[in-house]
């Protein structure tokens, strides 16, 4: 059962272009929404989130939209730069069950100079 | 401060032989988890421990263990290892149970061959 789907494996921009990364999920008891980003050889790390209560959460460069009708987020870079290039990782959490993350499976972002 | 720390950076075993694999959280965190991740299945979550119990497990047979010490440090274990079991191990730490503030670490590559 895949809560959290994130059904393209890769996706390529310009630099300086809008990125928008896609996730889509199943499980309407998520209470936050996180976005994750990981280089090879390192752990996940935290980019933005976004509660269930909220449809739009901006920082910076980053922005993570929210539709709870169509169970739908998504997450907007603008602009883009090479060093965004990584794998971006969706994630539902539930306070309900505790400290859980259920994981989509990943985009790789690659922003070409 | 330094960061969630996890030993060893890379192993690699023998089907039928089992490993430990260690997690230092952030000093002052007391929620450790635990997350497999594999080409195209995302991060899978293991468990999860707080003050030294077990709160939250995931859908992984009983081969898959770990325990929490008294200073928040954590192992799992992995008996019987299987081919299948070749993955990136992470581990996350925060606060608190139900403190979505996850702080990953680099993980840990296990090759069973």
């Known amino acids: 059962d895949q809560q959290v789907k994130q059904n393209s494996p890769s996706l390529s921009v310009q630099e300086g272009r809008i990125s928008i990364l896609n996730c889509d999920y199943t499980?309407?008891?998520?209470?936050?929404f996180l976005w994750y980003k990981k280089y090879p050889a390192e752990g996940p790390t935290f980019l933005i989130s976004i509660s269930s209560i909220k449809d739009k959460n901006e920082d910076g460069r980053f922005t993570v939209f929210l539709n709870k009708s169509a169970k739908h987020l998504s997450l907007h870079i603008v602009p883009s730069q090479p060093g965004d290039s990584a794998v971006y990782f969706c994630a539902g959490e539930g306070l309900t069950s505790g400290s859980r993350l259920t994981f989509g499976e990943g985009t790789q972002l690659t922003v070409n100079p | 401060k330094a960061g969630v720390t996890q030993t060893p950076r890379y192993l690699i075993k023998t089907r039928g032989q089992q490993v430990t694999l260690s997690c230092s959280p952030i000093?002052?965190?007391?929620?450790v988890s635990w997350y497999q991740q594999t080409p195209g299945q995302g991060l899978q979550f293991l468990f999860e421990?707080?003050?030294?119990?077990?709160?939250n497990k995931g859908n992984f047979p009983g081969r898959f263990s770990g325990r929490q010490f008294s200073n928040s440090r954590s192992e799992m274990n992995v008996s019987t290892l299987e081919l299948g079991d070749s993955a990136l191990y992470l581990c996350?730490?925060?606060?608190?149970?139900?403190?979505?503030?996850?702080?990953f670490g680099s993980g840990t590559r296990l090759t069973v061959v």
């Open positions: 499980n309407s008891m998520f209470d936050y």
């Open positions: 996350a730490s925060s606060l608190a149970q139900g403190d979505y503030g996850y702080t």
């Open positions: 000093s002052g965190h007391r929620s």
């Open positions: 421990y707080f003050s030294e119990t077990q709160r």
